[in-house]
């Protein structure tokens, strides 16, 4: 509504400008009216390619929405799971056993699952589909999981240390997610 109310002000304010310059130089109204015509085609085209430009931004938002909206979903489950280990594995390094009852932990098993069946969706079907700022976001996240798995089985890392680096990939992922979810959405 303001770009229509601007531009009606812009084409008044233009005509008084035409009609002033008209007066002052007398223009061949033939020539100024073959070249307003081209004017208005070449905004029109504008516009046209505008339109199809965001027709086809909507376009990839509604094929991709379910794939990333269930992506981030997971993404965000396993955060929280991950944050209530580290919580519960920092509380038992401590001995601050009353603190450990206090978190739930129950379904995890179904939250990982969840996640590592979500991203291999994501990279083994949805891969045409989605941005590759997300898909080397997943492959970077996948490599990172395998090292801290290294790292683990080698005994270099602590439980708490593994929950640690766990999380802080598992939330770069998100952001990046998250990042392009509000650029395909245009929130």
Known sequence: MVSFAL????G?????????FDFSFNFD???TV???IAVATMIAAAIHFDSVRHQRKDRLWEINKESLLKLSKAISDSVEMTSKFQDDEFYRMHGIEDKVKDINTDGYQE???QFEET?????NVYKPLLSSIVIEA?????????NIIILYDSEEYTEFQVYEDRL???????KVVLNYIKQASRI
Do not use: P, R
């Open 119 to 123: 991203i291999s969706d994501s990279i």
């Open 111 to 113: 939250v990982f699952k």
């Open 168 to 174: 802080f990939i598992q939330k770069k992922l998100q």
């Open 12 to 20: 008044i304010f233009m005509t008084i400008w035409y009609l002033v």
């Open 29 to 31: 109204h033939a020539i």
């Open 138 to 146: 997943i492959e970077e996240y996948q490599q990172s999981e395998k």
């Open 7 to 10: 531009g009606i002000a812009f």
């Open 34 to 36: 073959n070249v307003m």
